[in-house]
């Protein structure tokens, strides 16, 4: 059975930081890019970072420098650390499993950015 789990999500203060995790199960992780999209309200889901199973990433330009993605396919698990949060980066965290073959979608962790 495949599982794909977000947490870490929460409620942070502007310049913060918040680590997000993504569990995976019931595939073969290691072989799959893993993705982190975000979803404002009354915005469309935006890719966030993505890293493929060579360990390469892919950064959002609005993130680069302040988000890091990383994976420990030992752990399956997929990572994302959140530095010098904004208010801007509010929203519900999606993570993405995708190969040739299929991909799956965690049901998704919230991050919220207010003083």
């Known amino acids: 059975q495949v599982q794909v789990v977000e947490s870490g999500g929460g409620l942070v203060q502007p310049g913060g930081s918040l680590r997000l995790s993504c569990a995976a199960s019931g595939f073969t992780f290691s072989t799959y890019t893993m993705t982190w999209f975000r979803q404002a309200p009354g915005k469309e889901r935006e890719l966030v970072a993505r890293?493929?199973?060579?360990?390469?990433?892919t950064y959002a330009n609005s993130v680069k420098g302040r988000f890091t993605i990383s994976r420990d396919n030992a752990k399956n698990t997929v990572y994302l650390q959140m530095n010098s949060l904004k208010p801007e980066d509010t929203a519900v965290y999606y993570c993405n499993a995708w190969a040739p073959g299929g991909y799956y979608w965690g049901q998704g962790t919230q991050v919220t950015v207010s003083s």
């Open positions: 890293i493929v199973p060579s360990g390469s990433t």
